[in-house]
């Protein structure tokens, strides 16, 4: 995932509101 898509996407990942496997994409781009 880019980080443009991170940022659309962190207030639903905060909130516990995306589905696991967007969520686990999340965690590993911002491991990176």
């Known amino acids: 995932m880019k980080c ?3 940022r659309n ?3 639903a990942y ?3 509101e995306l589905d696991p496997v967007t ?3 999340v965690e590993q781009h ?3």
Request: net charge negative; no cysteine.
């Open 14 to 16: 905060l909130d516990g």
């Open 4 to 6: 443009e898509e991170i």
């Open 23 to 25: 969520s686990q994409k």
């Open 30 to 32: 911002l491991r990176e």
């Open 9 to 11: 996407l962190m207030d």
